[in-house]
């Protein structure tokens, strides 16, 4: 068995292709043979030791989080899902380590894969697709008809939203490059603004305002709401969690693993009412060149990078 590892925390150079020995699930897990992970912007945030508190410095560690594959094993407990079942999950962010040959995941974070879905298409769906649908429904409280505003609507977690809340029987606007309005369009989002438009011109449309791309004031995210609206931030820090507990229109999320959750995202990819683009196909002995490229240089763009094993 391989996987991509690192013996300490740093840059991309850090990372390792290596022979590991897989663990047995414990209570409440189960071990996947992987099939297919995805790239996201965490993994190397992790990796550069960003949440080393919650991490912690017991090394090699595993590099990766969002997957799909075939049960291996289950734990004890464990009775929604069995060996041999065909699954997308998540890893958890202690343990990480979906970038490999088998990976140990919480069967919380961990459902059923649509049969109509390619692995590949599978594992592009954990992080985006969740952050999105709990952004929308657990903070955003979006109700069928209301309109709601994505800052950011074709990165990967906005698209993600766009689609979602459409499929809610939502209205959605959102920013994007100017460049890039036509695919926005395409999903159905209207109005399209660029990123440096005055929230003046669209002042008091919005339910809710879902800010991913982290670049709306406070003060023009408010601009955007009706009376009584809310707004959702997807960069929790300190400050952030800070201004969420006072009284005011502010939220911030930090996705959590809900089965049920992920289950509705995985339905939904399965209705095709939720389609995350895919911009590049890796095997995992060439993984590590493309993840270094896309940290360094955001390169490919417009989808997912997802790695094969197997």
């Known amino acids: 068995m391989q996987r991509i590892q690192y013996h300490q925390y740093g840059g991309p150079e850090v990372m390792r292709l290596e022979d590991f020995e897989p663990a047995r699930p414990g209570r409440g897990q189960v071990l996947v043979r992987v099939r ?28 990766g989080h969002d997957f799909s594959g075939v049960i291996e094993a289950v734990g004890p407990d464990v009775t929604r899902l069995g060996v041999g079942d065909d699954v997308l999950g998540g890893a958890s962010i202690k343990a990480s380590g979906a970038f490999g040959d088998m990976v140990v995941a919480d069967v919380k974070a961990v459902v059923s894969k649509p049969a109509n879905l390619t692995f590949e298409e599978a594992a592009a769906l954990p992080t985006v697709g969740l952050t999105a649908f709990q952004a929308l429904t657990k903070k955003g409280r979006l109700q069928p008809g209301q309109a709601v505003f994505i800052n950011g609507c074709l990165g990967g977690v906005g698209r993600a939203a766009a689609q979602l809340a459409l499929a809610r029987g939502a209205l959605v606007g959102g920013s994007c490059r100017d460049t890039a309005a036509q695919d926005a369009r395409d999903l159905g989002i209207d109005p399209i603004v660029g990123f440096g438009f005055d929230p003046e011109e669209l002042n008091g449309r919005f339910d809710l305002v879902i800010d991913t791309a982290h670049t709306l004031s406070d003060q023009g995210a408010k601009k955007l709401l009706k009376p009584g609206g809310r707004i959702v931030g997807l960069h929790p820090t300190p400050a952030t969690f800070v201004k969420a507990a006072l009284p005011g229109p502010f939220h911030v999320l930090l996705a959590q693993a809900v089965p049920e959750d992920l289950e509705e995202v995985a339905r939904a990819a399965e209705q ?37 094993t197997g």
């Open 36 to 63: 297919a992970a995805a790239a996201n912007p965490m993994d190397w945030g992790l990796r550069s030791g960003a949440m080393k508190m919650v991490t912690g410095r017991t090394f090699p560690r595993g590099l």
């Open 272 to 308: 095709g009412a939720l389609r995350v683009p895919i911009a590049r196909t890796v095997r995992l002995t060439e993984a590590m060149e493309a993840l270094t490229e896309l940290e360094r240089e955001g390169t490919p763009k417009g989808g997912k990078l997802i790695i094969t």
